[in-house]
């Protein structure tokens, strides 16, 4: 099945002032996006949930490291090279970048127990242990931000599963990240 990569004159009525609002502030449309717009109920909550999560108590580099960490545990081929180049935006350096990508542990205790917690949540589907938790506010961080890992959860997943469905091309500035980690995909 192929799904259109839509712009802003392509997409349908309802999708169409976000795409191009898209458009007008990145100098493009991502693949994602474009093809998310064929359903405008999709797009609308990609977007919404995007500037919810961003609005989370987590820092920008905390959130990217939950996106990244969701990418990679469901192997996704295009969020995975996608956040890892927003989290280098971020200010994440490049060894916890590629260790996230590789699925091993971060240097940084309070970002390992985050990670930890993201990648348990996606493969337990959110069926984490009591300690599990316990370690993670002990590391530092709070009930809300246990919370806030399930929202990112639930925004990879319907990203992730998206490009999977849809067979989403990577966009230019993703295509050598792709392979960054040495190995494709994730």
Not at 64 to 69: D, M, S, Y
Not at 97 to 102: K, Y
Not at 128 to 155: C, K, M, P, Q
Request: net charge neutral; with cysteine; charged share 20%.
């Amino acid at each position: 099945m192929e799904f259109s990569l839509h712009n802003w004159t392509t997409a349908p009525a309802d999708s169409r002032a976000a795409l191009k609002r898209v458009g007008e502030e990145l100098g493009y449309v991502p693949a994602l996006l474009a093809q998310m717009a064929e359903s405008p109920p999709v797009l609308e909550a990609y977007g919404t949930l995007s500037a919810i999560f961003r609005r989370s108590s987590l820092t920008p580099i905390e959130q990217q490291i939950v996106l990244l960490a969701v990418s990679v545990e469901n192997a996704s081929h295009y969020c995975t090279p996608a956040h890892a180049i927003r989290a280098r935006a971020a200010s994440l350096d490049e060894a916890a970048v590629t260790a996230i990508r590789r699925g091993r542990p971060l240097p940084d205790a309070r970002q390992e127990a985050l990670r930890r917690l993201t990648v348990q949540m996606v493969r337990k589907h959110g069926t984490v242990s009591e300690s599990e938790l316990d370690a993670f506010v002990t590391a530092g961080f709070t009930r809300a931000n246990i919370l806030e890992i399930i929202l990112a959860v639930g925004l990879k997943t319907l990203s992730n599963y998206v490009a999977f469905v849809a067979k989403t091309p990577l966009d230019p500035p993703m295509v050598a990240e792709a392979f960054a980690a040495g190995r494709p995909c994730a």
